[in-house]
């Protein structure tokens, strides 16, 4: 019996004695995390699949995991087909799975720290209608039977001064105060990790590639505020750099003292999509009166002041110069049959080394060589690792954590010479990637309304790709930052000046290449007078793409001349900071492309 079927049977035996017909298993954590602690990895533990975004169901008697199209590929590569289904949420959601597998008067159960209550309410309907009950439960079934959970991490948590930060903590907990008076709320419960690092300034290593500490946070209306925080991530000095203001109480006390703000009689602001279920229960039966709303973090956060606009810009710049040292390596040896995936990843890492302020990866570079880099968030192993092949496109997608800003960048590059056929995915790819770096748009557009921008060239000749257009990314915080978003099924939250996105369209060729171009970007507000407020967007990645995959006939003169410019900024910033044979090549690179 395999690792994973006998982890399947030991859950299914859980769930027996525990009186269940099945458990849903989620893949995030008690804060509603996308990337989580070791001790968090349920999802994979049980199943092996790896992805960031999914979700599991275990019957008695069969399995499923749920997916997005990023991860068609890997699902079916990490997934035993003879223990478990797998299925696109969109396609086959995972509460009508459920419902059609679960027998009638069947018990469900659900882990409410790892839910929130829209998806409860969700499940009582999808449920009901079959006398399906959703079972509520103390305790997570997964924890039971893996006897080898690794333990909350202890890491220490540090201040983030402001110097980076570009504003003090006391001055946050100003902002947020004044949001919860105007919805007349005495305090907030603040649950996301990187909302919490970015109120009260502090950064930790808790979860790989995302510089946060495990911590809850209450945020009161008198501008005071309680971190929840186990005491051995704190020294004294961070004490000091919290200040008289902040009560520090262990992580262990969280629920209790929700509970007694509910016995209080308090107004909380919740947010019914960050914060976990077992909040709004443990406030609800205490007596809470609650208020929903955003989070009163996020959008401050967003929205980067002038201190983290230039760190992010000076990070890029460092950033740039590693990735074009480590392109230019690349380009001597893969010719040679000297790289692999793995070994792509490494050089990298090391170039990345050299630079200052490097704390940490973003997340685990994607380094996809022909048909690899058709799987969106493939992870190079061991098992998987391929060499890089003439004539083969390879596809890099990475990032750094530095102390003055996040970075995440992809390159597309040909390993030789490319097809036709490459040519033309790749120039439509950088049309639609040109359409948003040179969009304009009024005051109060979502992302959503651009995300189509990106996807006409492709949708000309019936392409398209299966992820979104454009993520937002934190100031040394997570890659992957909210609320802001270019997609088809974006968030209607309109752009603001300083929030940071990705611009990275792509086209993936199942069994045969994957293309991308993602550099990140910054709202601004134009520099002219316009008759309504219009915003823009300014580029932070400063690296070249390759012109080798480059047709010029596709591109039209506006298209050509940005191109051309954006070469020419890349040598200026980064020529100066790379050494002597990386600066020929470069040199190269960024020369002008003519029109036929």
């Not at 008695?60 to 890997?74: E, H, P």
């Amino acid at each position: 019996m395999t690792e994973h079927a006998n982890r399947l049977e030991a859950l299914r035996a859980e769930l027996k004695a525990r009186s269940l017909d099945g458990f849903v298993l989620p893949l995030t954590d008690e804060h509603m995390s996308e990337y989580v602690g070791a001790y968090a990895g349920r999802l994979a533990y049980i199943t092996g699949f790896t992805g960031s975004a999914g979700n599991g169901v275990v019957l008695l008697g069969k399995a499923s995991v749920f997916i997005d199209g990023r991860y068609t590929i890997q699902a079916a590569a990490e997934l035993d087909p003879a223990l478990f289904e797998h299925h696109l949420f969109e396609k086959y959601p995972l509460l009508k799975w459920t419902a059609d597998n679960v027998p009638e008067g069947g018990r469900v159960g659900y882990d409410p720290e790892l839910t929130t209550v829209a998806w409860e309410k969700a499940a009582r309907a999808a449920f009901d209608a079959k006398n399906i009950e959703l079972v509520a439960l103390e305790s997570n079934p997964v924890d039971a039977v893996w006897h080898d959970q690794p333990s909350e991490p202890l890491a220490p948590a540090t201040a983030h001064t402001a110097d980076h930060a570009g504003r003090d903590a006391a001055d946050k907990r100003t902002e947020v105060a004044a949001a919860l008076k105007e919805k007349r709320a005495d305090a907030a419960v603040i649950t996301m990790l990187d909302s919490v690092a970015w109120a009260f300034n502090i950064r930790g290593s808790d979860v790989m590639n995302t510089p946060v500490t495990h911590a809850f946070a209450v945020m009161h209306a008198d501008e005071t505020a309680t971190l929840f925080i186990n005491e051995k991530k704190v020294s004294s000095e961070l004490k000091q750099h919290l200040g008289n203001s902040v009560r520090i109480e262990p992580r262990t006390a969280f629920y209790d003292t929700l509970a007694s703000l509910g016995t209080s009689g308090k107004r909380v602001l919740v947010d019914p999509a960050t914060n976990n279920a077992k909040v709004f229960k443990t406030l609800e039966d205490a007596g809470a009166k609650l208020v929903e709303g955003q989070d009163p973090c996020i959008l401050p956060k967003a929205r980067k002041n002038k201190t983290e606009q230039q760190g992010s810009r000076d990070a890029h710049i460092r950033d740039g110069a590693a990735v074009s040292e480590f392109l230019h390596w690349l380009s001597v040896e893969a010719p040679k049959g000297s790289v692999d995936e793995l070994k792509a990843v490494d050089a990298l890492w090391n170039f990345r080394k050299k630079r200052g302020g490097l704390k940490d990866k973003s997340f685990d570079t994607i380094s996809g060589a022909g048909p690899n880099g058709a799987i969106v968030h493939y992870r190079v192993t061991k098992k998987t690792n391929r060499p890089l092949k003439m004539d083969e496109i390879f596809l890099v997608d990475s990032g750094g954590q530095y102390l003055d800003g996040t970075t995440d960048i992809t390159r597309t590059v040909i390993v030789g010479t490319p097809t036709d056929e490459m040519k033309d995915r790749f120039t439509r790819v950088l049309k639609g990637h040109i359409a948003i770096a040179t969009a304009r748009f009024p005051e109060g557009t979502a992302g959503m309304a651009l995300d189509a921008m990106a996807r006409r060239p492709l949708w000309d000749i019936g392409c398209d790709y299966d992820h979104g257009t454009g993520h937002g990314v934190g100031s040394f915080l997570a890659v992957h930052e909210g609320p802001q978003r270019i997609a088809k099924k974006g968030t209607d939250v309109p752009l603001e000046e300083g929030m940071i996105l990705s611009n990275e369209p792509g086209y993936y060729r199942e069994g045969a290449y994957g293309i991308r171009i993602e550099n990140l970007i910054v709202v601004q507000k134009v520099q002219e007078k316009t008759e309504r407020p219009i915003f823009e967007f300014e580029n932070l990645t400063w690296v070249p793409i390759d012109r080798n995959l480059v047709d010029v006939n596709l591109l039209d003169s506006r298209e050509l001349k940005w191109l051309n410019d954006y070469h020419a900024r890349v040598f200026e910033l980064i020529g100066p900071l790379v050494d002597d044979s990386t600066k020929e090549w470069l040199q190269v690179q960024t020369a002008p492309l003519m029109a036929a």
